[in-house]
T-cell receptor, first 111, second 112 residues
Framework: GESVGLHLPTLSVQEGDNSIINCAYS??????FIWYKQESGKGPQFIID?????DKRQGQRVTVLLNKTVKHLSLQIAATQPGDSAVYFC??????????FGKGTSLLVTP | ETGVTQTPRHLVMGMTNKKSLKCEQH?????MYWYKQSAKKPLELMFV???????ENNSVPSRFSPECPNSSHLFLHLHTLQPEDSALYLC???????????FGSGTRLTVV
């Protein structure tokens, strides 16, 4: 069936480096994508979103890139901080249904 | 209170018990959702309510019974659960047409 998934289950980066978390999706009809961050003991928290008519969107220290040709989504975090340590989920949406989530990548920021 | 509030935060129940999870949103949203989060698995959509009407039941066993008395409150009634139902149950809300869901902190359920 259709799925949204992340390439790596864990990612370890040094404080101050840039982080890149990747996501592949299979539903070519998906028209909206979103990244969530989930810290331990908390629910997922919205980070940034992008619609299918865009290739790139920037937020504060985060950038989402969308490549519809290869159905790939990435989240870039600039100058990664210890507070960025969490599990990151991508999700997609196609009209008529709720958000469809991937498994998640655990980001560990080391000093 | 602001955001989405879920109670209780933790729940341990036997397989013959009946319990309920509660979710309340203070955001004025008109859609609410139940998701199940198990270890090493993606978030699984369980139920969707739009304007208090259930619009999605994602093949969830009947031992899970949702209730949405108004657009601010959502319940998940549990009975005769199995150990494999142990998971984090997350509630979310959104404004119809806006896909940015706001999640609660979840209820950690353990079935013994």
């Amino acid at each position: 069936g259709e799925s949204v998934g992340l390439h790596l289950p864990t990612l370890s980066v040094q404080e101050g480096d840039n982080s890149i978390i990747n996501c592949a999706y299979s539903n070519s009809a998906s028209d909206y994508f979103i990244w969530y961050k989930q810290e331990s003991g908390k629910g997922p928290q919205f980070i940034i979103d992008i619609r299918s008519n865009m290739d790139k969107r920037q937020g504060q220290r985060v950038t989402v890139l969308l490549n519809k040709t290869v159905k790939h989504l990435s989240l870039q975090i600039a100058a990664t901080q210890p507070g960025d340590s969490a599990v990151y989920f991508c999700a997609d949406y196609n009209s008529g249904y709720a958000l469809n989530f991937g498994k998640g990548t655990s980001l560990l920021v080391t000093p | 209170e602001t955001g989405v509030t879920q109670t209780p935060r933790h729940l341990v129940m036997g397989m013959t018990n009946k319990k309920s999870l509660k979710c309340e949103q203070h955001l004025g949203h008109n859609a609410m959702y139940w998701y199940k989060q198990s270890a090493k698995k993606p978030l699984e959509l369980m139920f969707v309510y739009n304007f208090k009407e259930q619009t999605e039941n994602n093949s969830v066993p009947s031992r899970f019974s949702p209730e949405c008395p108004n657009s601010s409150h959502l319940f998940l009634h549990l009975h005769t659960l199995q150990p494999e139902d142990s998971a984090l149950y997350l509630c979310a809300s959104s404004q119809q047409g806006n896909y940015g869901y706001t999640f609660g902190s979840g209820t950690r359920l353990t079935v013994v």
